[in-house]
């Protein structure tokens, strides 16, 4: 009897810590495919939306794709082993402002003439649940996102990647 109360109550502490809310996540981004590419991620929940801040550098100047994927994986070289775009409710790939498009779409983020790029943006994502972002990566591509090519908007290698981790 002992046991079966002390695993029920086990089972009640993981599903309340698994069911916490969690209101800000980050990732790292390091280099890949040869790049110097690196940088910071941020997303905090605003309401009912997340807001992305984004300071990248060592980019070469102008628009390039800026994306989530699937996996929280970037241990390849070439960080395939991120996975594809996460995309939880099999959309086409998109624009993030457009109306059909994968859930890690966020567009593009632009490099100025020194290789910095800056991203502060708001919209529909999730830190929690079954759609959450957090455990996926946020990867930045070597060419600018078509915003329509399915599945990755024509954007090239994955020159840098960080995995979404929760925290304060």
Do not use: Y
């Amino acid at each position: 009897m002992k046991t079966i109360i002390l695993t029920a109550m086990f089972c009640v502490l993981a599903c309340l810590a698994q069911a916490q809310e969690v209101n800000k996540a980050t990732a790292q981004l390091e280099s890949k495919s040869n790049s110097k590419v690196t940088g910071t991620v941020t997303f905090t929940k605003v309401g009912d939306d997340v807001k992305v801040v984004a300071d990248i550098q060592n980019l070469t100047p102008g628009k390039h794709g800026f994306h989530i994927h699937d996996k929280g994986d970037c241990s390849a070289p070439d960080a395939a082993s991120a996975g594809p775009h996460f995309n939880p409710t099999q959309k086409h790939h998109g624009g993030p402002d457009t109306m059909d498009h994968h859930a890690g779409d966020l567009g593009n983020i632009t490099a100025d003439a020194s290789g910095k790029a800056h991203l502060d943006w708001k919209g529909k994502l999730s830190l929690t649940g079954t759609d959450s972002i957090v455990g996926k990566s946020v990867v930045v591509h070597e060419k600018e996102d078509d915003l329509k090519t399915d599945p990755s908007g024509n954007s090239g290698a994955r020159i840098a990647c960080g995995a979404i981790v929760a925290g304060e």
